[in-house]
T-cell receptor, first 113, second 109 residues
Framework: NAGVTQTPKFQVLKTGQSMTLQCAQDMNHEYMSWYRQDPGMGLRLIHY???????DQGEVPNGYNVSRSTTEDFPLRLLSAAPSQTSVYFC????????????FGPGTRLLVL | RKEVEQDPGPFNVPEGATVAFNCTYS??????FFWYRQDCRKEPKLLMS???SGNEDGRFTAQLNRASQYISLLIRDSKLSDSATYLC??????????FGTGTRLTVIP
């Protein structure tokens, strides 16, 4: 099993550009989520999904969209990048409940100029 | 008020020392508690879940105090490989988790 994979590992964007951060898991997990991690702050939940076709907002959803067309994939879209979105983004998955162990991907480092 | 608060450290301890971290949480209805470990520029990984009765895994002991709304992590006989940031995690509802900012530990030879 590859676990949770994320691409790209690094990305530089200009303000106003859009892009999609990819996340995939091969563990047949129902629950998937996206977090951002900023210095001096804990990981903050952006969006999550409890199964294919179901998504919901987390703590900091503004400026991001998600979709869950398959169990395996959970892409995060930045609609119009802003410098405030410079961060490290982690995707995570767990079998069903958030209370279970979260398996994190290696992260995507994003710089918005 | 933050959902989860931790002392950011850093804690610098010699090899073999015992070190303890505390974490407080604000939601008295929280039911699930965890400690995650995050190495520099890596993803967080589960260290251990925290149960009401307290639990131990080798050199690591986690305890929960619901009355005072804090959880603790004790590391005995610290190793160089224990150097990392330790994240306190508490569930905030059915489908989300709240992460502390992390406590940074450096074990010195």
């Amino acid at each position: 099993n590859a676990g949770v994979t994320q691409t790209p590992k690094f990305q530089v964007l200009k303000t106003g550009q859009s892009m999609t951060l990819q996340c995939a898991q091969d563990m047949n997990h129902e629950y998937m989520s996206w977090y951002r991690q900023d210095p001096g702050m804990g990981l903050r939940l952006i969006h999550y999904s409890v199964g294919a076709g179901i998504t919901d907002q987390g703590e900091v959803p503004n400026g991001y969209n998600v979709s869950r067309s398959t169990t395996e994939d959970f892409p995060l879209r930045l609609l119009s990048a802003a410098p405030s979105q410079t961060s490290v983004y982690f995707c995570a998955s767990s079998p069903l409940l958030v209370q279970e162990t979260q398996y994190f991907g290696p992260g995507t480092r994003l710089l918005v100029l | 008020r933050k959902e989860v608060e931790q002392d950011p450290g850093p804690f610098n301890v010699p090899e073999g020392a015992t070190v303890a971290f505390n974490c407080t949480y604000s939601n008295s209805a929280s039911q699930s508690f965890f400690w995650y470990r995050q190495d520099c520029r890596k993803e967080p990984k589960l260290l251990m879940s925290v149960y009401s009765s307290g639990n131990e895994d080798g050199r690591f002991t986690a305890q929960l105090n619901r009355a005072s709304q804090y959880i603790s992590l004790l590391i005995r006989d610290s190793k160089l490989s224990d150097s990392a940031t330790y994240l306190c995690v508490v569930n905030g509802g059915a489908n989300n988790l709240f992460f502390g900012t992390g406590t940074r530990l450096t074990v010195i030879p």
